[in-house]
């Protein structure tokens, strides 16, 4: 059986795995990174997406073994200081809905807004077309993107101007 090293949301881990055992499998059943949702295993629905090395991946189409000597992001990672921007935007801005696409949609927007930090809307579906939302919710998503790509440009010290 391979041993891998992973780093998961800043702790370590080394463990013994089968060779096919899938990232998403690994995170949840070993870890207890139950954030990361299996839903469709088939990579269409992008529910179990994480960064792998800064890069979101679909973790139901990554071996465990693939993640070897690799960092991992999950979205119990993302808030581990206090909600992230875009966690804190999709829920003012009620792009949660049934909450169960919500970490990979967070975890592929957080990958589009390093890549681009002012997405247009257009750009915004363009980047989460691998991300599906059971409850047809994406008007909301996109706004809550939005919110939050103009949340992270922002200087943490500028105070927010009331409207």
Same mark, same amino acid.
Request: glycine share 12%; proline share 6%.
């Given at each position: 059986?391979?041993?891998?090293? =992973? ?12 060779? *096919? ?6 995170? *949840? ?14 990579? !269409? ?26 960092? =991992? ?9 206090? %909600?992230? %921007? ?29 890549? !681009? ?7 915004? *579906?363009?980047?989460?077309?691998? !991300? ?7 008007? !909301? ?13 922002? %200087?943490?010290?500028? %105070?927010?101007?009331?409207?």
């Amino acid at each position: 059986m391979p041993r891998i090293r =992973v780093e998961v949301d800043g702790a370590t881990y080394e463990d013994d795995v089968e060779p *096919r055992l899938l990232l998403v499998h690994y995170l *949840r059943e070993r870890l207890g990174k139950v954030g990361t949702p299996v839903g469709c295993d088939t990579t !269409n629905c992008g529910a179990c997406t994480v960064l792998l090395d800064g890069l979101s991946v679909k973790s139901c189409s990554v071996l465990a073994v693939q993640a070897d000597g690799r960092d =991992v992001t999950t979205i119990e990672g993302l808030g581990a200081g206090g %909600p992230h %921007p875009l966690q804190r935007a999709f829920h003012e801005e009620h792009g949660l809905q049934c909450g169960f696409c919500t970490p990979g949609m967070i975890m592929s927007a957080l990958d589009l807004l390093r890549e !681009n930090p002012d997405p247009s809307d257009e750009e915004i *579906r363009e980047g989460l077309e691998g !991300n599906l939302c059971r409850c047809t919710g994406y008007q !909301n998503i996109v706004r809550s993107v939005r919110r939050a790509a103009g949340d992270m440009r922002r %200087p943490a010290q500028e %105070p927010e101007v009331a409207s």
